[in-house]
């Protein structure tokens, strides 16, 4: 790896930190590496790096008190902040908040988004149909779909589909 990955590399984290979502910026973002005189095989690389990384999941990277409902503080880990985009994890917020679902099933479905994340952008869409695998009652999805902004019509999808 060449010294000009490395730095590129370095201004992606850089943006990552910010919150930045590097996949949907990538087009920006190359052209402002290349007017700095980064040549685009060297930007193509360092992009790959970022996103064909696979980062092993160990048991500790997400947390598990079972025994609780929703509601309860919860605070992302390190993967998780990584993977989550801000609209990602402010969802995350409003489901937890709600405090409809078992402890159980909102962490199921956050490492249901964890293993999509890896391989797709999340958006809300897809965040409901991890959470409508996981949770069986009719009352908690309208729930979940009356009272978050990002869900607001899913519910009636599902129920002409159905």
Do not use: C, P
Not at 53 to 78: A, K, W
């Amino acid at each position: 790896m060449n010294k000009n990955i490395v730095e590129i590399l370095s201004v992606l984290i850089q943006k990552m930190i910010q919150d930045k979502d590097l996949s949907k910026q990538r087009e920006e973002i190359t052209v402002e590496l290349e007017d700095e005189g980064y040549t685009i095989e060297d930007i193509n690389e360092a992009f790959d790096i970022v996103f064909e990384e696979v980062i092993e999941l160990e048991e500790n990277d997400f947390y598990n008190d079972l025994e609780m409902t929703s509601g309860y503080n919860r605070v992302f880990t390190d993967i998780e902040k990584f993977y989550f985009n801000k609209e990602t994890k402010t969802i995350i917020y409003k489901l937890n908040n709600l405090a409809v679902l078992k402890a159980e099933e909102l962490e199921s479905i956050i490492q249901q988004m964890m293993y999509m994340g890896i391989g797709h952008d999340l958006e809300a869409d897809l965040i409901w149909e991890i959470i409508n695998e996981e949770v069986d009652s009719t009352e908690v999805m309208l729930k979940i779909a009356t009272e978050i902004e990002e869900f607001k019509g899913n519910f009636l999808k599902q129920e002409v589909v159905n």
